[in-house]
């Protein structure tokens, strides 16, 4: 049988909450809740998008959108997969989507693969065509898209005309915090 | 020196003096001013030595194309050779130097090498330098690569700042001249996104050269309004100093933005731009080309234009008695602009009959001889030979040009196009003013009109209109040298001596002569050269045809190309959870992928790697160690069609695996061979877990949703990573167990009944944290791998490392895993080398017959099954004390070391510190049935030849008692 532990885990960020400001523009990590991926089959796409706003009350978010959820956000990561952020802190999200789900989709935990961060302000344009390919000018909020930037992944969320979210691998955080910053330094 | 600066007029500044030095010598020029209209305002003919004949050479042009004005700027870890004087901007404390000289730039201790001009012919070194062949090495070789070259590169690194970035537009406008400004004005006023890019400081194009007349005011007030407007238009972005440097695929365009000149300035000082646009103006000008006569490459002698430039926007006259030579009507500007200015000017107008024979003067013009005998004292020679419109963008995704007679010039080719890039002005044989405005006008308004935007019919502003009237004149025949090329020194006669040598192609030619090989890419010399090359094979121009333009358009440095991607940026660097704890504790780290792994930790009075690992595999075999194996490739596997799915992908069955177990699995490629392997974990019914190895991570998930998405699109199957959502960590030895209690949530009982080898998971741990346990081992002990969200991954180590520490417990490496794996057998990195099959491996029998799975046909082929192939078996050396080395050959006992007695090779080893001795792990023919059969390990690169007995791979508990208690 196991034995009694005394140890406490204690949860920490990929990046310890870092955050800097630069005239017009602002990049912090957050906490921004659970992100848990949903999978599902091409065959039950229509229950699932039933089921889906039922829960969250809206269907599944289109390619290259995000949408406000009941207690989350969720956006579109792939063919028949999304990505739902989840408000607060609840390390079986994944169990609890599945059965909110009814099995109609397969879930995974990924808030640990990924560090949140968010960039703003009015200089956020001049920064981020220096750091990713894509056209972030353009779209209106709720666009989303996954990406690379200096050879990292990165997911995008266009959150508003100045604020964007961006997730990107844990391991490699500090990485994309320091091009971030250093494009930022190049800039501004 | 004396100043050569007009009174009056030019787009300089002269309230605002800027000091700089050329030679080391101080100059005084004005803001606006390049390092080569300061140098001519200054007086400065001579700057610069010629590549290979040391002649010396002034400045020629007054823009990109410039051949002979290359200087180095900057000292030290800053120095950039091959700066085009015509390109810099001039900036204060600006110190340039001349190249290819030496002691100094009037007195060259190379310079008679001009006067061996009759041996150093097109193609010389082919042949000569033939005898005697010890010479080669030791003589001509230095001596060349001494004499060869241009300029020098700093030895460290560019301390200065440079930055990648990427551009989206409706529009983009190459080239700010009548044609780029025309387009940029008319497509911005529909409300498209427009970039229009220039290489010029200062936009206007040939505008800011001439005095031609818009609207009946001076054409530069054109510029300015048209500037003026774009800026007030936030649809539109102006980029001056930005060169289209290549036309890239899928409309995508590389272009280079210069923002300083200057070191040691904040923020970057060039910017390499990606822009992505939808329709592309190409409206890049033309070059005017000069014309081959004897002695043509003297200081003094430049392009028609250039000198009206000099004139017209810097104020700066090239001389005061000047010739000029001509065929069109383009450079009779050159005598009204000059006369004007106060020059003595002799026309020479070729159309006439009238040419120029030779030149007077070493490092300066004294006087022109013609063709009537007359000599003429001048200062300066003013060409024309035509206009080369700039078609180098449209040929970069294999466009050819097409010769046309009329203009005497290669044209873009309307059929070779793609599709998004028109080309406007000049750059389209267009060389009127209102030719360029009506072309800009209409292809913006067709450009942007096609991307659905609303644009209204321009008036167009009032200009000339009149046709350049040339008529080719390429070279004068004569017994001097006429310079072709000229910052190659390649002449008339060399062209022409390849041709007698029988090369009949263009292409050939070029590499033959170098012609057009140099930093400028033949922009002054190709088309003379081909004219050269026309005439001695008696065809035209058009059939003799042209080389290919390739990008880049101007040199591209290497800094811009890099951006930010330098020292600690060069690539990412991915961190395991427990990097900080391993940090902390004197880990050594080893770069595996882009992965940081603790590859010893060593302990303080450990005199070298080997202490530290000895005892890490000591420790671990005697107690219990830790290793941080988050960097597996983890990906979950869900679906009902899971199974199914692992069955196709892996050479073993999994469907059968029960929940709640693990199994080890051989991943094939298409073509047979091993790819990859890992254990795969059942946590229910519909989800898997598999681990692939670190460096496979990727390309195992990718083929991996290549086998869901193309291969099997039916299947209910889907795929996540979730290598970094979890940290895992190995926890292996004797005392593994009893380290786990401590941590695992009582009502989880991972004893051995409960938990026997190969079951897994999930379990809480440390009062209800969510995690996951597999019973697993590589070293071959008692083991467990467990893991938990990212998050805990730092908590989770420290914990483990206080449970342990009555058991001594201690963190271990790559270093030491690689011993164990070793001692235990196991297959690796170094056996999955893309050479080696299941049956290679000594698993050949898990590739299952009773189901299909890729790579399973073709591992059946006869070349990969032979009675005698490779074999995995152990060596261990006969001298136990000898030293093994991993890529040695095994050759047999009485054998000489050649390709036909070759049996294998070690593919892995290890000291054993278990064993006392160097083992290691191989390939050898027929291995298995060989044991104790002693051969050679020869490795004749290092000079190592060891005997060793061929032995069973598993050297450590082969029966594997250690792992099942």
Known sequence: ?188 | MNSTRLSSGGLIDRTQPINFTFDGKAYRGLEGDTLASALIANGVKLVGRSFKYHRPRGIMSAGSEEPNALVEIHKGESCEPNTRATMIKLFEGLDARSQNSWPNLKFDIMAPLDRMAPFLTAGFYYKTFMWPAAFWEKLYEPFIRRSAGLGSLAKTPDPDQYDNGFLHCDVLVIGAGAAGLMAAVTAGRSGAQVIIADEDFKMGGRLLNETHTIDNDHGIYWVSKSVAELGTMPNVRMMPRTTVFGALDHGTYGAVQTHSDAIAVSGPRQTNWRIFAKRTILAAGAVERPIAFANNDRPGIMLAGAVRAYANRFGALTGKKIALLANNDSALRTIEDLTAAGAETHLIDTRTGSHIVDVKGTNSVRAVVLNSGEKINVDCVAVSGGWNPNVHLTCHKRGRPVWSDELSCFLPNPDDLSADMKVAGAANGRFSTHGALQDGARLAIDAVSALGFDSKKQSLPQAEDSPPNIHAFWFVEGKKRAWVDFQNDVTTKDIKLAHQEGFISVEHLKRYTTLSMATDQGKLSNVVGMAVMADATGKTIAETGTTIFRPPYTPVSIGALAGPHQGKDFKPTRLTPSHQYAAENGATFVETGYWKRAQWIARPGEQGWRDSVDREVLMTRNSVGICDVTTLGKIDVQGTDAGKFLNFVYANTFSTLKVGKCRYGLMLREDGMAMDDGTTARLSENHYVMTTTTANAVSVFRHLEFCRQCLKPDMDVHLISVTEQWAQYAVAGPNARKLLQHIVDPEFDISNSAFPYMACGEITVCKGTRARLFRLSFSGELAYEISVPARYGDSLITALMDAGKKYDVIPYGTEALGVMRIEKGHAAGNELNGQTTAKHLGLGKMISKKKDCIGNVLSERESLNLEDGLELVGFKPVNKSEKLLNGAHFIGIDDDANAETDQGYMSSVCYSPMLKSYIGLGFIKSGSRRKGEIVQAIDLLRGSNVEVEIVSPHFFDPDGGRLRV
């Open chain 1, 1 to 188: 049988m196991g034995g009694d532990s005394v140890f406490k885990l204690i949860p920490q960020m990929p990046l310890g909450g870092v955050s800097k400001s630069w005239a017009g523009l602002n990049i912090a990590e957050v906490f921004s809740g659970e992100l848990v991926s949903v999978a599902f089959d091409d065959d039950n796409s229509k229950k699932l998008n039933t089921r889906f706003k039922k829960k969250y009350g809206v269907v599944p978010p289109g390619p290259n959108t995000f949408v406000s959820i009941q207690g989350g956000s969720a956006f579109w990561s792939g063919q028949n997969q999304l990505m739902l952020l989840l408000d607060g802190e609840n390390i079986n999200a994944d169990k609890d989507v599945a059965i909110k789900l009814d099995g109609l989709a397969y879930t995974s935990l990924q808030s640990d693969s990924w560090a949140s961060l968010t960039v703003g302000g009015e200089r956020v344009y001049d920064v981020l065509e220096r750091f990713t390919a894509l056209d972030l000018r353009q779209p209106r909020d709720g666009f989303a898209a996954r990406s690379s930037a200096h050879h990292m992944a990165v997911f995008i969320l266009k959150l508003s005309k100045t604020k964007f979210h961006l997730l990107t691998p844990r391991s490699s955080a500090q990485s994309f915090y320091d091009a971030l910053c250093h494009t930022a330094d190049n800039v501004i």
